[in-house]
């Protein structure tokens, strides 16, 4: 699993449902604080294996949004664009 996690601490607005296939550097959420928006993009092609934070919740800087189960033989970019978003799962 991967994990997708929060740039900064605003609230989420979803762009796709659990089971939704992903590709590499899709938005997959957006977080919006005040007058800031950030798109939180994919960092490997796969399938949304859950979502924890709900539609429209507010979320911390750092915290996981989401687990993506990778496509058989991808690894995570590297630098997707979230800064740090994107960690290995166990």
């Given amino acids: 699993m991967v994990d997708v996690c929060a740039p900064f601490a605003g609230v989420v607005r979803w762009e796709v449902v ?4 992903v590709t590499t550097g899709q938005v997959i959420a957006v977080v919006e604080a005040v007058k800031l928006e950030a798109p939180v993009l994919a960092p490997c092609p796969g399938t949304i ?4 934070a709900g539609q429209f919740v507010d979320v911390e800087g750092g915290q996981l949004l989401a687990r993506i189960t990778p496509a058989a033989g991808s690894t995570p ?8 978003t994107a960690h ?3």
Wanted: cysteine-free.
């Fill in 18 to 21: 659990e089971n939704d296939s």
């Fill in 49 to 52: 294996a859950e979502t924890v």
């Fill in 77 to 84: 970019a590297q630098n997707n664009g979230n800064e740090n």
């Fill in 88 to 90: 290995e799962g166990k």
